[in-house]
Structures are given as C-alpha cells and as structure tokens.
Nanobody, 127 residues
Framework: VQLVESGGGLVQPGGSLRLSCTASGLAFDSYAMGWFRQVPGQEREGLKC????????YPRDAARGRFTISRDNAGAILYLQMNSLKPDDTAMYYC?????????????????????WGQGTQVTVSS
C-alpha cells in the first residue's frame, strides 16, 4: 500500500492550496480516508475524515469552515481543499487510510483507526 501526498508549498496568508493523496495497492473505494497535520514538537492533529463513498465528512475545529475533503474513487485520489490559510496552518500534512469503511467517532485520534499513512507534504503559510 502506498499513499503519496502532493500539492503542498509556500502560500501567503489568506491564500488557498489543494492537497492530493494518490493511493495504490488498496481497495481505495472501500475505506474511509483522513487528513492530519503535525507541527514538529506537537501532537498530530486530525483535520477531516471522509467515508468510503464520499458521503459524510467529519471536521475537527481547525478545519471547520475552511477546509473541504473530497475523494475520487475512480482515480483513487483523496483531496483537501484549504482556503483562507493562516500562519498557524503551517505544518506537515498527511493522508491516511482507515481500517473501516466509515469514519469512527474517534477517528481524529489517528493511530487506532488508520493503518496506512503517507509521507506527508509540507505546507507553509507566510508572507
């Protein structure tokens, strides 16, 4: 199984980025997927989770209203559209494949619910 994130980079405050996560080696359309981020020295933070069929997205506070998760099951790609970016959004962003088809109530904890992780893509928000 391989998950490869892309789309990160340097963006000015208020700008937008769309992250992609291309999956291979798993039945992508059978599993929930999630986006997380981590700043060095801090705990990993769950952002959004999406069910196997694209129905139902589960935001955490940091992503509510500004970030949108979506998926293309035919192409095995997960997306995270990020708008109105702030310097506090600077982090390494990771996608992950869940063990189940739907997001659990505790998906944001990460490790227990997700068994495959990408290597991450860096997002830096700075003027």
């Amino acid at each position: 199984v391989q998950l490869v994130e892309s789309g990160g980079g340097l963006v000015q405050p208020g700008g937008s980025l769309r992250l992609s996560c291309t999956a291979s080696g798993l039945a992508f359309d059978s599993y929930a997927m999630g986006w997380f981020r981590q700043v060095p020295g801090q705990e990993r933070e769950g952002l959004k989770c999406i069910n196997y069929n694209g129905m139902g997205t589960y935001p955490r506070d940091a992503a509510r209203g500004r970030f949108t998760i979506s998926r293309d099951n035919a192409g095995a790609i997960l997306y995270l559209q990020m708008n109105s970016l702030k310097p506090d959004d600077t982090a390494m962003y990771y996608c992950a494949a869940a063990r189940t088809s739907v997001c659990s109530s505790s998906w944001w904890r990460g490790e227990g619910d997700f068994n495959y992780w990408g290597q991450g893509t860096q997002v830096t928000v700075s003027s």
